[in-house]
């Protein structure tokens, strides 16, 4: 798990916490396994003379398929 993440769960801990009844230490599992969770099937990349690559409009529409903002 990345810092960003956890930085990301503390966040929300210290605003939702104190209404959660099974523990910080459980609520982060439960943060984890979301995150773990989250799969985004990319499709074939393009292929050009220089190799493979996504184009960004490419990424973009698989993840907001998987249901995730993109900004």
Known sequence: MTE???EE????WKS???FID???KKAFRVW??????VVIE???PDVVNF???????TLT???KAAGITVK
């Open 4 to 6: 960003q993440s956890r």
């Open 9 to 12: 769960f503390e966040k929300w």
């Open 16 to 18: 939702v916490g104190q």
């Open 22 to 24: 099974i523990g910080k």
């Open 32 to 37: 984890q396994a979301s995150r773990a969770a």
């Open 42 to 44: 990319l499709p074939p």
């Open 51 to 57: 190799g493979e690559f996504y184009s960004k409009p």
């Open 61 to 63: 529409k698989a993840i």
